[in-house]
Nanobody
Framework: QVQLVESGGGLVQAGGSLRLSCTASGGTFGAYTMGWFRQAPGKEREFVATITNSGGITYYADSVKGRFTISRDNAKNTMYVQMGSLKPEDTAVYYC??????????????????WGQGTQVTVSS
C-alpha cells in the first residue's frame, strides 16, 4: 500500500510560480509511473502531467505544456511539478497519483492505483 502526501499549494498571483511536491511511503516508489491531476469546483478531475518510473518520459496536458515541468527524485521518494506563468484557470485542488504501469505514460484516472489527499492552488487575477 502506497501513501502519497502533497504539499506546496497556496495562493499566488497570475503570472507567478509554485512548486508542488508529492512524497510517497509504504511502497517501491521507483516502480510506479506518477502523475498530477487537478479538480476545479464543479468540474471533473483532469490530467495535468505524468512521468514514468525512471523519469525518462514525461507527458503534459495541452493546457499546461510549456508552463509546467514534472520531475521526480526516486532517492527521495518524491515527485514534483514546477508550475510557472500561472493563470486563474489553473485554480484547483491538485492531486498526485501512482500507477503500477511503471514504464508507461498514463493519463487516465482509472489507471492510477493510489492517490494523495490533494493540495489547493489558487491563482488570483
Amino acid at each position: 500500500q502506497v501513501q502519497l502526501v502533497e504539499s506546496g499549494g497556496g495562493l499566488v498571483q497570475a503570472g507567478g510560480s509554485l512548486r508542488l511536491s508529492c512524497t510517497a511511503s509504504g511502497g517501491t516508489f521507483g516502480a510506479y509511473t506518477m502523475g498530477w491531476f487537478r479538480q476545479a469546483p464543479g468540474k471533473e478531475r483532469e490530467f495535468v502531467a505524468t512521468i514514468t518510473n525512471s523519469g525518462g518520459i514525461t507527458y503534459y496536458a495541452d493546457s499546461v505544456k510549456g508552463r509546467f515541468t514534472i520531475s521526480r527524485d526516486n532517492a527521495k521518494n518524491t515527485m514534483y511539478v514546477q508550475m510557472g506563468s500561472l493563470k486563474p484557470e489553473d485554480t484547483a485542488v491538485y492531486y498526485c497519483a501512482a500507477s503500477k504501469f511503471g514504464r508507461r505514460v498514463v493519463v487516465t484516472t482509472d489507471a492510477y492505483d493510489y492517490w494523495g489527499q490533494g493540495t489547493q492552488v489558487t491563482v488570483s487575477s
